[in-house]
């Protein structure tokens, strides 16, 4: 490939980020259409149209022959349902957290999960920070403790957000790298399709159930749901094999702050002066740990470059 090729790649992969985590950043006025579903029957319908429309794509392609190889590895197979599991934890807190007028808190929790990622580092893949990651993790503890006192009560939206993210992100790291995004979205919506199925059928034997009753419009909403889901993985997948880590990293601020934009000014939340306040003390630790991730980024471009120029100096690891 060719430097120009190169360019072209680095560009197309950057606008695929962009298309990714932007529609992620407009998932508000999606399930905030999505009313009066609740957020359970919109799990449902998520998990049931992300598994129809992945099933479709996949009967296009006829590329079924790596589902032997899941079957065959089970330590993969529950993997990839314990991330299922997780990122139903997720999508339900989301949901709710959007249709019941607190996206503003949706909003905090994916702000806090690069931090509670790189935290996760530490405790579970014993990895060593460096001092500005440190840095950058404190803060945030403060910003947790300051929103827990000063807000009057435990922020566990954002927290589960960030956590139930973080955790999933990393089983994805550990057992998911084999698949890719089409497939592995296919095993954890297939493995969560019974329990969707029985939240389904226990709504309609309570009468909760909106879809059909809505209208056409709202009915088409739900059945969008798939499609919806799906879209902005494959273009975050696109993305992650074009670019550096750290322009993802950069970029996936967007979808929070679109998130927090639509909150407080389309769809009218009252966000309080003791929540800007943590939301700005939030932004300090990201500011630190975006810092952090540039001069990495500029070290190991540099040592590589180094490494080209004269091998004696090559090294398996950045330069500290």
Not at 216 to 242: Q, S
Not at 279 to 292: K, P, Q, T, Y
Request: hydrophobic share 55%.
């Amino acid at each position: 490939m060719t430097p120009l090729d190169g360019d072209h790649e680095v560009r197309r992969g950057t606008a695929f980020g962009f298309a990714a985590y932007g529609i992620w950043g407009l998932f508000p006025l999606y399930f905030h259409a999505l009313k009066p579903s609740g957020a359970f029957e919109i799990l449902a319908h998520r998990i049931l149209w992300t598994l129809a429309f992945c099933a479709l794509v996949l009967m296009v392609r006829r590329d079924w022959a790596w589902l032997r190889t899941v079957v065959a590895r089970p330590r993969l197979l529950g993997g990839l349902t314990l991330a299922a599991l997780l990122i139903a934890v997720n999508w339900v807190i989301y949901v709710l957290a959007v249709i019941t007028g607190r996206t503003y808190a949706a909003a905090l929790g994916y702000f806090l999960n690069p931090i509670v990622t790189v935290g996760l580092g530490v405790v579970v893949l014993r990895e060593r920070l460096r001092p500005l990651q440190w840095a950058a993790v404190a803060v945030a503890a403060v910003a947790a403790v300051y929103l827990t006192v000063a807000g009057g009560e435990f922020p566990w939206i954002a927290l589960s957000l960030a956590f139930s993210f973080a955790f999933y992100g990393l089983v994805k790291k550990k057992v998911g790298a084999t698949l890719d995004a089409m497939h592995s979205l296919t095993v954890e919506t297939l493995v969560l399709a019974p329990v969707a199925v029985g939240v389904l059928v226990w709504l309609g034997s309570q009468g909760s159930l909106t879809f059909g009753g809505e209208g056409p419009w709202h009915t088409g909403l739900l059945v969008a749901a798939g499609v919806v889901t799906a879209i902005p993985l494959l273009f975050f997948a696109a993305a992650a094999r074009r670019v550096p880590l750290v322009t993802i990293g950069l970029i996936q601020f967007i979808t929070p702050m679109l998130q927090l934009v639509i909150g407080v000014v389309l769809l009218r939340e009252n966000v309080s002066g003791a929540l800007w306040v943590g939301f700005g003390i939030v932004w300090v630790a990201l500011v630190l740990l975006s810092i952090d991730s540039l001069r990495q980024a500029h070290r190991t471009r540099r040592a590589r470059r180094v490494a080209e120029r004269d091998p004696a100096f090559a090294t398996t690891e950045p330069c500290p």
